[in-house]
């Protein structure tokens, strides 16, 4: 069984501040997701990767990529109030079913 | 900017009652899935449908069935239901199957 882990669960900063949060998984995933859920909605698909090593931006938000392919990255720089919401990673183990981890939640403070 | 949109927005049952959640999407997408989201527990996958006319379990299908209307519709029904299945029912599509790329904003079930 795959296992999905996310930390920190839960992290508070300031607006300005950068942050880190990470996926780990325990086994070779094919194709890794981070999504954004903010409260009272559905999670917003962020990115998808498929190649270990890989290094993706979205404006401020920066994915990367283990090369085992089993670990990933999202950095945000200059953090700002709208970044407020759960960080879900989600893998593809080659099940054919996506697993997603427990998720962050970032609250960013004006 | 339809997308995916899920009926109804909040429901509470009794115990052994059931019910049917809607999904539609109007993005002409092939896949369709179900998902709940507990605390502290990310997203489990119930079923989902690859294409119209085909339905397959995920994760947790136990007490839950569905079906795959049309293109369009894929909906949830809970025979009877128990208090563990209170949860955020999430329905989501997708162009080709295993990631889902647009969520509906959920159906909050509370089972008492």
């Known amino acids: 069984t795959q296992l999905l882990e996310q930390s920190p669960q839960f992290l508070s900063i300031q607006e300005g501040e950068n942050l880190t949060v990470y996926c780990n998984s325990s086994?070779?995933?094919?194709?890794l997701q981070w999504y954004r859920q903010e409260p009272g909605e559905g999670p917003v698909l962020l990115v998808t990767?498929?190649?270990?090593?890989e290094v993706k931006k979205l404006k401020r938000l920066t994915f990367q990529f283990g090369d085992a392919r089993k670990d990933s990255s999202l950095h945000i720089t200059a953090a700002q109030p709208g970044d407020t919401g759960l960080y879900l990673c989600?893998?593809?183990?080659?099940?054919?079913?996506?697993?997603f981890g427990q998720g962050t939640t970032l609250q960013v403070k004006p | 900017n339809a997308g995916v949109t899920q009926t109804p927005k909040f429901q509470v049952l009794k115990t052994g009652q059931s019910m049917t959640l809607q999904c539609a999407q109007d993005?002409?997408?092939?896949?369709m899935y179900w998902y709940r989201q507990d605390p502290g527990m990310g997203l489990r996958l119930i079923y989902y449908?690859?294409?119209?006319?085909?339905?397959d379990k995920g994760e947790v299908p136990n007490g839950y069935n569905v079906s795959r209307l049309n293109k369009r519709e894929f909906s949830l029904r809970l025979e009877s239901a128990a208090p563990s299945q209170t949860s955020v029912y999430f329905c989501?599509?997708?162009?080709?199957?295993?990631?889902?790329?647009?969520f509906g904003d959920g159906t909050r079930l509370s089972i008492l």
């Open positions: 086994s070779v995933f094919s194709s």
């Open positions: 993005m002409n997408h092939n896949s």
């Open positions: 449908s690859a294409s119209e006319g085909t339905t």
């Open positions: 990767v498929v190649t270990g090593g």
């Open positions: 989600a893998v593809d183990s080659y099940t054919g079913k996506l697993i």
């Open positions: 989501a599509s997708s162009e080709a199957l295993r990631v889902p790329q647009h």
